[in-house]
């Protein structure tokens, strides 16, 4: 039991040192990006909305 909380505080604290070396982004680069995947979210959204229609329509097409 010993062991196993010293290796628990032993992850805790090697965690914590690897965010301080962690470099955040700034509010206008989290702007950016957030910009820029709700924008790749529309394209892929859209283009898998038009390959369903075009799927659709073949289907319908055959029967």
Known sequence: ???SFK??????SESWA???KVRWPNRKE???YTL???GTIV???VYFWVLDI???AVIEAII
Do not use: H, P, Y
């Open 7 to 12: 290796s628990l505080i032993s992850f805790f």
């Open 43 to 45: 394209v892929v959204a």
């Open 54 to 56: 075009g799927i659709s």
């Open 36 to 38: 820029v995947v709700l």
């Open 18 to 20: 690897e965010l301080k």
């Open 30 to 32: 989290l702007t950016n």
């Open 1 to 3: 039991m010993k062991r």
